[in-house]
């Protein structure tokens, strides 16, 4: 059984950078695509990025370049993102989220209608 359960949110100023974790189980990396998202609300969720199937990450929009990195520590099968330069818009609940390979064809992709299974989710708060 697939279980995510997501850290490491919290409060910044403007400018600053938080690490967000999500400690996996019942996932094996290269099978399942993983993913960050967030919602701000009153919106839907919005896919920030994946981890591509050869580790290469997949933006869903191209101004998180740069500013946020995702990564996963095989031997402790936890996924990260890290957030640099925040900006009061990257306020959001941030969710991680999965689903197995060949659920979709093509590539590990940040979108929202793709994945099954997800975390509880963590408030990041960024102030001016």
């Known amino acids: 059984q697939v279980r995510l359960v997501e850290s490491g949110g919290g409060s910044v100023q403007n400018g600053g950078s938080l690490r967000l974790s999500c400690a996996t189980s019942?996932?094996?990396?290269?099978?399942?695509?993983m993913a960050w998202l967030r919602r701000t609300p009153g919106t839907q969720r919005e896919g920030v990025v994946a981890?591509?199937?050869?580790?290469?990450?997949?933006y869903r929009f191209d101004h998180l370049k740069g500013r946020f990195a995702i990564s996963f520590d095989n031997a402790e099968n936890i996924l990260y993102l890290d957030m640099t330069d925040l900006k009061p818009e990257d306020t959001a609940t941030y969710f991680c989220a999965a689903y197995q390979r060949g659920e979709w064809a093509g590539s590990c992709e940040p979108f929202n209608h793709r994945h099954r299974h997800w975390g509880q989710g963590t408030q990041v708060t960024v102030s001016d």
């Open positions: 019942g996932i094996r990396k290269g099978d399942y695509c």
């Open positions: 981890l591509g199937y050869d580790g290469a990450p997949k």
